[in-house]
T-cell receptor
Framework: DAGVIQSPRHEVTEMGQEVTLRCKPISGHNSLFWYRQTMMRGLELLIYFNNNVPIDDSGMPEDRFSAKMPNASFSTLKIQPSEPRDSAVYFC??????????FGPGTRLTVL | SQQGEEDPQALSIQEGENATMNCSYKTSINNLQWYRQNSGRGLVHLILIRSNEREKHSGRLRVTLDTSKKSSSLLITASRAADTASYFCATDAFVGKLIFGQGTELSVKP
């Protein structure tokens, strides 16, 4: 199994641009999570899906952030418009049950 | 707000020594998990301990849980340079949702 796949691995963009991060969970996992990690705030849960349905999006910072999961094998996290304070490493994780989570390698986002 | 808080924030030891990291949390839990993160990589699950368990072992890892004190500890025995990483505890706020602590940065010197 390839594990959780995220793309791109690195993204550098300018303030105001739209950014789309992509995630392919492990096949058969029914839960998917988006996290953001920064030195200041640590690892924060942004949103999570169960069976493709958003269950809790209380961690999404503001309306500039949106996430979708159109099917069991794909999810996107979009930031529009991006701001410098969005610079962070964004992780996607999936889980077959309500316990152990499997993390992807992350996308390092830099907004100039 | 953070559910889990690790202590110490950083730990430096020599290869072969034991490393102990602690985690405290605030609310009732179903389980507590420990994860490792190597620099620039994603988190890797190490071990899960349920609220009705007091101790669990996995290889060189030993985890304890004291629900009365709302605390857990992770012991790595006979540490190796390859154990150098950040270690996080995570608690389940409710089913499926984990809240991570700030982590302990472990450095094992050869």
């Amino acid at each position: 199994d390839a594990g959780v796949i995220q793309s791109p691995r690195h993204e550098v963009t300018e303030m105001g641009q739209e950014v789309t991060l992509r995630c392919k969970p492990i096949s058969g996992h029914n839960s998917l999570f988006w996290y953001r990690q920064t030195m200041m705030r640590g690892l924060e849960l942004l949103i999570y899906f169960n069976n493709n349905v958003p269950i809790d999006d209380s961690g999404m910072p503001e309306d500039r952030f949106s996430a979708k999961m159109p099917n069991a094998s794909f999810s996107t996290l979009k930031i529009q418009p991006s701001e410098p304070r969005d610079s962070a490493v964004y992780f996607c994780a999936s889980s077959p049950r309500s316990d152990e989570q499997f993390f992807g390698p992350g996308t390092r986002l830099t907004v100039l | 707000s953070q559910q889990g808080e690790e202590d110490p924030q950083a730990l430096s030891i020599q290869e072969g020594e034991n490393a102990t990291m602690n985690c405290s949390y605030k609310t009732s839990i179903n389980n507590l998990q420990w994860y490792r993160q190597n620099s620039g990589r994603g988190l890797v699950h190490l071990i899960l301990i349920r609220s009705n368990e007091r101790e669990k072992h996995s290889g060189r890892l030993r985890v304890t849980l004291d629900t009365s004190k709302k605390s857990s500890s992770l012991l790595i025995t006979a540490s190796r340079a390859a154990d150098t990483a950040s270690y996080f505890c995570a608690t389940d706020a409710f089913v499926g949702k984990l809240i991570f602590g700030q982590g302990t940065e472990l450095s094992v010197k050869p």
